[in-house]
T-cell receptor, first 113, second 114 residues
């Protein structure tokens, strides 16, 4: 089985721009969660989707949004980028039956200049 | 919401020694506690987990203990090896229900010196 795939792996943007990141879960996994990883804050939960519905959302501003498609692929969007948005963005997929066992992608490294 | 505190932030041990990482959580409704290992430049991977109906779980050199009353859980690694060097994250969540959110500690950088 292919693992969780995130694209692109690296992105460089400037302040004020917007960005879209993509995540393809493991086949058969319908839950996709997104995390922001920074050196000082560790892994912070952004949101979780299941069957195209957002079931939970972390404490991030409205500039961070996401969606999930019928094939379980998910995208997250960050608008009006700020320098502080520079981070590794990780997505993870899981089955609903064993939701807590999350399989992570390699991440997208976003640099905001 | 849930808050997970993890200590220490860095830990250095000699090869063959034991390592212990401790986490506390705030939400008494949390009942699922996984541990993830992230090697440098790699993705986090689940190494062991424990549910609230169990006090201890072992998998070869790794064990996790849970004290629900005190709301803390710990990772124990025995006979450490250089390949155990990584960042370890604890996490907590409510399994099932409507939570669907893993709250992570800030991580512990474990260095095993040969």
């Amino acid at each position: 089985k292919a693992g969780v795939t995130q694209t692109p792996r690296y992105l460089i943007k400037t302040r004020g721009q917007q960005v879209t990141l993509s995540c393809s879960p493991i086949s058969g996994h319908r839950s996709v969660s997104w995390y922001q990883q920074t050196p000082g804050q560790g892994l912070q939960f952004l949101f979780e989707y299941f069957s195209e519905t957002q079931r939970n959302k972390g404490n991030f501003p409205g500039r961070f949004s996401g969606r999930q498609f019928s094939n379980s692929r998910s995208e997250m969007n960050v608008s009006t980028l700020e320098l502080g948005d520079s981070a590794l963005y990780l997505c993870a997929s899981s089955t609903d039956r064993e939701w807590g066992i999350q399989y992570f992608g390699a991440g997208t490294r976003l640099s905001v200049l | 919401g849930e808050n997970v505190e993890q200590h220490p932030s860095t830990l250095s041990v000699q090869e063959g020694d034991s390592a212990v990482i401790k986490c506390t959580y705030s939400d008494s409704a949390s009942n699922y506690f996984p541990w993830y290992k992230q090697e440098l430049g790699k993705r986090p991977q689940l190494i062991i987990d424990i549910r609230s109906n169990v006090g201890e779980k072992k998998d070869q050199r790794i064990a996790v203990t849970l004290n629900k009353t005190a709301k803390h859980f710990s990772l124990h690694i025995t006979e450490t090896q250089p390949e155990d060097s990584a960042v370890y994250f604890c996490a907590a969540s409510r399994s099932g229900g409507s939570n669907y959110k893993l709250t992570f500690g800030k991580g512990t950088l474990l260095t095993v010196n040969p």
